[in-house]
């Protein structure tokens, strides 16, 4: 007679250790996108090509793996489903070694909605911030549309973690050992020896019994070999598209040539301004009013004037699809040409203690090199801030 005690492996360790790195990244993905400051942002992208290296390898071993990681262990009919949820209801859920029909759609739901976040997530990082393998192909538009998709599925995400989590934490209760052991050790109590000793459990082989898998399914062997390979192929092609898709062009930028007149004579007062950061009017505004130029008189001869005014309004923000360009388009009516005025800008620095701006080394709101160390290309890359960044 067997023991109680007797265990089936039903967790390769391939499976165990994908299901806690996916745990460890999606969390850190999460966290960083929900709490964390802009210049994280690296590590919220590399946390989602993490996610990415483990859904490929999932999907091999959903082919390739032992018995209990196949996909074909785990897809079950709608009345499979039906029935498992009228046990659940009845506090008498039918026991399945590996994952149970409601487990199982959360499976594929959640690897569904991850790779949905990470194709948005790819989207966002091309169109808005000019960045990853998309940035050459990706309008500003599409990115913040993609963005809003981003957050719509990250909310879906953690709701269905949430239930994820209920989920193992009812069908412990109910089944008397832990789901998570058994996500550590890899291994379950055999089912037919728990009913027999009159557990909380439907007995296996029930007439009503869906075609589960209360008993322990044929041994599959993993193909290791296999599985690896078409990792290493799969990861090739992706890391290979990756690569060639990076280095394309970011869509947003043009070749903006210098202006000696615009270099000498704009950035005396203060930084020089990329012309990409206000809109035609507002350039032409500012410089047809020169010599009241926020309280300084700022005047040049005429055709100095004409030029930087012609220059300033040739690569003014409708010459560019940058997100700095795109958002700042928009400007007050009564401020056309303060920079700092624009609802996007008081928006975005929002939350900075307004006294930074008056002391050292910032002195200014329109010092925005002093934040933004890129500040001069006009990128505004979120991992270029850093609040008062080393200035005399
Ligand atoms: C004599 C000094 C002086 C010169 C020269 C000067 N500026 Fe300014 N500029 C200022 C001051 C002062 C402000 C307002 C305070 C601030 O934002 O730093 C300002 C603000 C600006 C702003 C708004 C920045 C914001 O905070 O939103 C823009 C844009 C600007 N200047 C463009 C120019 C251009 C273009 C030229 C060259 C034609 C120029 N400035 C030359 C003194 C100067
Ligand atoms: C005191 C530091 C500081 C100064 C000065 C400053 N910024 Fe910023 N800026 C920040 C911080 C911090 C953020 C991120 C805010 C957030 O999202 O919480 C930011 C965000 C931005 C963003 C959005 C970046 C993104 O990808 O989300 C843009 C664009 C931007 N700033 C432009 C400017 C411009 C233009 C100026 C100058 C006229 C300027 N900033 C001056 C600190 C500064």
């Known amino acids: 007679m067997q023991s109680l005690s007797e265990k089936v492996r039903v967790w390769d360790l391939a499976t165990r250790l994908y299901h806690w790195l996916q745990f460890l990244l999606v969390m850190g993905a999460l966290l960083i996108g929900f709490f964390g400051p802009e210049w994280f942002l690296d590590a919220h992208v590399y946390a989602g090509y993490g996610v990415l290296a483990l859904i490929v390898f999932r999907l091999v071993w959903g082919f390739a793996g032992s018995t209990y990681s196949r996909f074909s262990s785990f897809i079950f009919s709608p009345r499979d489903i039906l029935c498992h949820v009228r046990g659940v209801l009845k506090g008498r859920p039918s026991h399945h070694l590996g994952h149970n029909p409601l487990g199982a759609l959360m499976v594929f739901a959640l690897i569904g909605v991850l790779l949905?976040?990470?194709?948005?997530?790819?989207?966002?990082?091309g169109g808005v911030?000019?960045?990853?393998?998309?940035?050459?192909?990706?309008g500003f538009d599409l990115g913040v549309r993609a963005r809003f998709v981003h957050k719509v599925f990250a909310y879906l995400l953690?709701?269905?973690?949430?239930l994820h989590v209920m989920g193992v934490v009812l069908e412990s209760r109910l089944s008397g050992f832990s789901l998570v052991r058994s996500m550590f050790d890899g291994n379950k109590p055999r089912p037919d020896i728990v009913h027999a000793a009159g557990d909380g459990f439907e007995p296996a082989g029930n007439a009503d019994d869906m075609a589960g898998n209360a008993h322990p399914l044929p041994d599959v062997p993993a193909r290791t070999g296999r599985a690896i390979l078409a990792v290493i192929?799969?990861?090739?092609?992706?890391?290979?598209?990756?690569v060639l898709g990076s280095a394309v062009p970011a869509s947003g930028f043009i070749d903006l040539p210098s202006n000696d007149n615009y270099s000498s004579e704009c950035a005396e007062c203060h930084m020089l301004y990329h012309p990409s950061l206000l809109p035609r009017d507002s350039w032409l505004k500012l410089m047809a009013n020169?010599?009241?130029h926020f309280g300084e008189d700022a005047s040049l001869d005429d055709s100095v004037t004409q030029d930087i005014a012609n220059y300033l309004s040739t690569y003014s923000s409708e010459a560019w699809d940058t997100e700095a360009a795109?958002?700042?388009?928009?400007?007050?009516?009564?401020?056309?040409?303060?920079?700092?005025?624009?609802?996007?800008w008081k928006r975005t620095h929002a939350r900075i203690d307004p006294t930074i701006f008056e002391t050292r080394p910032v002195l200014s709101k329109g010092n925005c090199a002093a934040c933004h160390w890129d500040a001069e290309s006009g990128r505004f890359a979120d991992q270029k801030i850093e609040i008062a960044h080393g200035q005399k």
């Open 129 to 138: 911030e000019n960045q990853g393998p998309l940035a050459g192909f990706i």
């Open 116 to 125: 949905l976040m990470l194709g948005s997530g790819l989207v966002v990082l």
């Open 158 to 162: 953690v709701g269905m973690i949430v």
């Open 290 to 292: 020169l010599e009241d």
């Open 326 to 344: 795109n958002e700042l388009r928009t400007v007050d009516p009564q401020k056309p040409y303060e920079i700092t005025a624009t609802p996007f």
């Open 233 to 242: 192929v799969s990861g090739a092609v992706i890391v290979g598209a990756g």
